[in-house]
């Protein structure tokens, strides 16, 4: 079926990614950050459910993010169940941050 | 990447900022738990200083020994459920777990202060009524400071209930009937609030 709209010739400037924190810069590990900028720590399970990722997904994000120290992960126990505890560090607090402030340039807000 | 898909990125990101931010206050249970158990220990109190009861007044003592470490239990137990939910640590949930924690020190040093001066032969029992006044007051501090962090209204006029509350019971001051008075202002200021407070926090679920 054809479309009554004409192709847009207007081409989109993309963003210059160079200038924004790649570790932060991923859809999952940007939710999470975003996440644990509001509710700190949270658990595995929760940030499972808030992102709606797999298992496996969430976890390879955090070891990125743990690497780097945006993020602490704290293996314990709840009651008797095992719980791991995700906790935004100050350097990603402060990485988060500066994210925010590159994307706003980048924007043009 | 485009604009449109980093952009759909940060709604993304957004959403689950603001749903962590806005996570419900989940003291509700624990705060019913301890509204209950307030409101029937002091009138049990009432009741025994009043000689309704028929029970000797030495055994006081272990009605409050009971209080504490059922209420000790119970909010080990619920405290527990609570951390496992989804936005328990959100700023207002964690502001309003320190609070709480604070309220139950300050009480506790109220009755430790009154216990050593007794033991020291300075004080009477009659100083433990300053207990429900002074929690009265703390009451309406801690629901004020949480009202205005979470935004929540209704917690601001339980704050002004409390204040109240600890008003009325000054009179009231080495009287049996400030447990009575104290039991029933506990319904509103405490077992009232939490009811409301799991309201909101099914509704927001």
């Keep these: 079926m054809p479309s009554d709209k004409a192709p847009s010739t207007d081409v989109e400037p993309a963003i210059n990614i160079d200038e924004i924190d790649e570790i932060i810069h991923g859809r999952l590990r940007l939710g999470i950050m975003a ?31 743990e690497a780097a120290g945006y993020i602490n992960q704290e293996k314990g126990y709840q009651g008797k169940r095992p719980q791991t505890l995700v906790h935004l560090t100050a350097a ?5 941050v500066q994210y925010l402030e590159a994307m706003k340039e980048l924007l043009g807000n | 990447m485009s604009n449109q898909e980093t952009l759909d990125d940060l709604n993304y990101a957004t959403a689950l900022a603001k749903s962590g931010n806005e996570a419900p206050l989940m003291g509700g249970p624990i705060g019913l738990m301890w509204g209950i158990l307030i409101s029937a220990t002091l ?3 009432w009741s025994i200083i009043t ?25 080990a137990i619920l405290g527990r459920r609570v951390g496992r939910k989804a936005g328990a640590h959100s700023m207002a949930n964690r502001i309003e777990h320190a609070v709480w924690t604070m309220f139950s020190l300050m009480l506790g040093c109220l009755w430790a202060g009154i216990v050593i001066s007794m033991l020291l032969g300075m004080g009477s029992v009659g100083l433990f009524d300053l207990v429900p006044i002074v929690g009265f007051a703390g009451q309406g501090l801690a629901y004020g400071v949480i009202a ?23 009179p009231a001051f080495g009287q049996p009937g400030l447990y009575l008075l104290a039991a029933i202002a506990t319904l509103f ?12 926090e099914d509704a927001e679920r």
């Design chain 1, 35 to 65: 996440y644990l900028s509001a509710v700190n720590p949270a658990s595995f399970p929760e940030l499972l459910a808030k992102t709606g990722s797999s298992n496996g997904n969430l976890s390879t994000h955090l070891s990125k993010l």
């Design chain 2, 148 to 170: 205005k962090i979470s935004h929540h209204k209704w917690l601001g006029y339980a704050s002004g209930a409390a204040f109240v509350s600890s008003i009325l019971c000054m």
């Design chain 2, 51 to 75: 000689g309704r009861l028929g029970i000797e007044l030495q055994y006081l003592w272990l009605l409050w020994i009971s209080f504490s470490a059922v209420g000790g239990m119970g909010s």
């Design chain 1, 92 to 96: 990603g607090r402060k990485a988060w």
């Design chain 2, 43 to 45: 009138f049990a109190h």
């Design chain 2, 189 to 200: 200021t405490v077992v009232l609030p939490s009811l409301k407070t799991m309201g909101f």
